[in-house]
């Protein structure tokens, strides 16, 4: 008798521990936070909590040796980001409020200008079609390009 | 009196400095001398390296080879930089035909006109903000990140090669942003040169069979250009303003 008393409280401080951490874990839910689409690949460039804090730093770093250096390693590029985080509905990350950038970006009410000027979109080098003059001899396009300079 | 007492100390100091430094240099130049050599030959740099003051991109247009029907270059321009091709007061034109006759004789010539990328871009020197810059291998860009759209550099330039985005824009090259509030104008296209391309205006005009674009490396004794500008009479436009500009001209 004895034991089944014991075991019934128990069971009872088992029940109300869960009950403390569900509550806990309800609280947690509770923060309303914005809902990011996994980028393509396994990992990002650095640790996600140090992308979350310094990701401006990067691309503020990365901007400069580009524009000034021409130094154009795919690493902290921001068209590497757009590559890795464009959402699979848009294909974009700025294009509606769940895409990777604004998703947060409005969530923590920062304003964002990249994309006044930048692609949100990943896409392909511009492919050149190659005018035709009548009657011209037109050589073909390699010999032409190996013969014309360097 | 101590400072005359220390004055041939440092002077001593300073011969020691000046050996040392130019020993160092000597033998700095013995290590870089195979990077260089290879740079010379190869024409590639590593994609983490910077570009240097070793190269200086520049261009031969040779008019008598420009046909008057034809607009591949400006049409390569367009696709390339996601320009949208309109030729209005305000639109962005990155690269302009332009045909130039003589009353007298009846002579035309028909001629690509793009950024000039002078070695003293005027540009450059009434940028209030540093915006407008040379690139140490010569090649005249603006930083659109610190461009406040003032187009002073608009006014400074002889060759009216700068336009400004009047407009919100999208459906921009990865490549190549653009946007509104900030002036642009040719860069070469900078993005192809650093992958070791030639411009898409020089590759469509070479595809197109009229070879009369030629692009290179004008330090570069060795490059087809260099020799060009070597062995044939070349004209710089405005030769007057004193500006060597990295564009030269043939047959004008």
Redesign the interface.
């Given at each position: 008798m004895a034991s089944i008393l014991d075991r019934l409280r128990t069971l009872a401080l088992a029940g109300a521990m869960a009950g403390m951490a569900m509550a806990a874990g309800g609280l947690q839910a509770g923060v309303d936070l914005p809902k990011l689409e996994r980028g393509k690949g396994d990992k990002c460039v650095e640790e996600t909590q140090f992308m979350r804090r310094n990701h401006m730093e990067l691309l503020k770093h990365h901007?400069d040796?580009t524009?000034?250096?021409?130094?154009?390693?795919p690493k902290h590029s921001l068209?590497g980001c757009?590559e890795c985080h464009a959402g699979a509905k848009t294909g974009s990350v700025a294009a509606s409020k769940e895409d990777f950038c604004s998703a947060c970006h409005a969530y923590a009410s920062v304003k964002l200008d990249c994309w006044?000027?930048?692609?949100t979109?990943?896409?392909k080098?511009?492919?050149?079609?190659?005018?035709?003059?009548a009657g011209?001899?037109?050589?073909p396009?390699d010999s032409?390009?190996a013969?014309?300079?360097? | 009196m101590s400072e005359q007492m220390n004055h041939p100390q440092s002077d001593q100091d300073q011969a020691d400095r000046r050996n040392f430094l130019k020993a160092s240099a000597a033998a700095a130049g013995l290590t870089v001398a195979p990077g260089v050599l290879l740079y010379g030959i190869a024409?590639s740099?590593p994609?983490?390296?910077?570009?240097s003051d070793k190269v200086r991109w520049g261009m031969l247009i040779d008019t008598t080879k420009c046909?008057a029907?034809?607009?591949?270059c400006v049409?390569?321009c367009n696709?390339?930089n996601?320009l949208e091709g309109r030729t209005g007061p305000q639109d962005s034109q990155w690269i302009r035909k332009v045909s130039i006759k003589n009353l007298q004789t009846g002579a035309e010539h028909h001629l690509p006109m793009p950024c000039q990328h002078c070695e003293h871009p005027p540009c450059v020197d009434v940028c209030p903000t540093g915006a407008s810059?040379k690139?140490?291998?010569g090649i005249v860009?603006v930083?659109?990140?610190i461009c406040i759209g003032c187009r002073y550099c608009m006014m400074a330039c002889p060759y009216k090669a700068r336009s400004f985005v009047h407009e919100?824009?999208t459906?921009?090259?990865?490549?190549v942003?653009?946007?509104?509030?900030?002036v642009e104008s040719c860069t070469f296209c900078?993005?192809r040169v650093?992958r070791d391309e030639?411009p898409?205006c020089?590759?469509?005009?070479?595809?197109?069979?009229?070879?009369a674009m030629?692009?290179?490396?004008l330090n570069d004794p060795e490059?087809?250009?260099a020799k060009a500008l070597k062995g044939q009479r070349t004209t710089e436009i405005r030769a007057d303003l004193r500006l060597n500009t990295g564009v030269r001209y043939q047959g004008i």
């Open positions: 901007r040796e524009m000034h250096k021409g130094i154009r390693t068209k757009v006044d000027c930048h692609a979109k990943p896409g080098r511009p492919i050149h079609s190659i005018p035709s003059t011209a001899a037109m050589p396009m032409g390009m013969g014309g300079h360097r | 024409h740099r994609e983490d390296q910077a570009v046909a029907d034809c607009n591949a049409t390569a696709t390339e996601a810059f690139r140490a291998d860009l930083d659109r990140h919100p824009l459906e921009q090259n990865p490549e942003p653009r946007g509104k509030g900030c900078v993005q650093d030639t898409a020089v590759e469509a005009c070479t595809a197109d069979g009229h070879m030629l692009f290179g490396d490059s087809e250009i």
